[in-house]
């Protein structure tokens, strides 16, 4: 759905029950999500966006029997698994799959939360059903500059949970009070800084990747 109508779509997803609903759409405007957000409390409905790639639970075999893939995540590069994904970048996403992919782990869910201001699935909601998941043993979360998220993740993760994270923010040379990419994706007040999420994983425990490139190696090590 474009933006203008993509808020009204996912009303109509929630009034008719739908439990899972992606919303792929970039550009929604925020006074609508925070409409959505105000109807969709206490609805069975679960928003996972918007402005993200989706999810993937990859089944086994060529088939992908038993899996199950909804957005636009490229299905090839996933294997069944063990590693939980969960990451405000889409392309970040693929690329800690590809490498999990490539090292043997596979992935038993792969969740792209999306990069705008307001969104329903939050990186915290994610860690919490991963850390509950039998068939879960790592997990990699993704976050990026803008908004406090990944910290609330990273004190929960400090205290509850019981399975090795490792970690990857994105935007350290972004200038302040610029929008980098993604709607939510900036610092403003002097909050949301890379420096400031980098550190609270450091202080949880979480296995900080340095750049893009070693955020699958960085969780085996740990593990």
């Known amino acids: 759905m474009p ?3 993509a808020a009204d779509a996912i009303l109509e997803a929630v009034d008719a029950g739908v439990e899972v609903i992606v919303a792929v759409t970039e550009g929604i405007p925020v006074r609508d999500m925070i409409e959505v957000k105000r109807v969709m409390e206490g609805s069975k409905s679960r928003l996972i966006g918007p402005n993200c790639p989706g999810l993937v ?3 086994t075999g060529e088939d992908s029997k038993g899996g199950c893939r ?6 090839y590069i996933h294997k069944k698994g063990t ?3 969960v990451s405000r970048s889409g392309t970040l996403t693929y690329e800690a799959v590809w490498q999990l992919t490539c090292a043997g782990k596979g992935q038993s869910t792969c969740v792209g939360i999306g990069g705008d201001p307001v969104n329903g699935t939050s990186h ?3 860690i919490k059903m991963f850390n509950d998941d039998p068939e879960t043993e790592g997990i990699i979360m993704i976050g990026e500059i803008g908004g ?24 350290t040379t972004a200038p302040p009070g610029r929008r980098m990419g993604h709607a939510g994706a900036i610092v403003s007040g002097g909050k949301g ?15 900080v990747a340095e ?13």
């Open 3 to 5: 933006p203008p109508f």
């Open 57 to 59: 639970t990859p089944g």
């Open 70 to 75: 909804i957005g636009i995540a490229p299905g």
């Open 83 to 85: 590693i939980g994904v």
């Open 124 to 126: 915290l909601d994610v």
């Open 148 to 171: 406090s998220a990944e910290e609330e993740a990273a004190e929960w993760i400090k205290d509850n949970c019981k399975k090795p994270v490792a970690g990857f923010i994105a935007g």
């Open 193 to 207: 800084t890379a420096e400031a999420k980098i550190a609270a994983f450091k202080d949880a425990g979480i296995a």
């Open 211 to 223: 750049t893009p490139s070693q955020m699958a190696e960085a969780l085996l090590g740990l593990m």
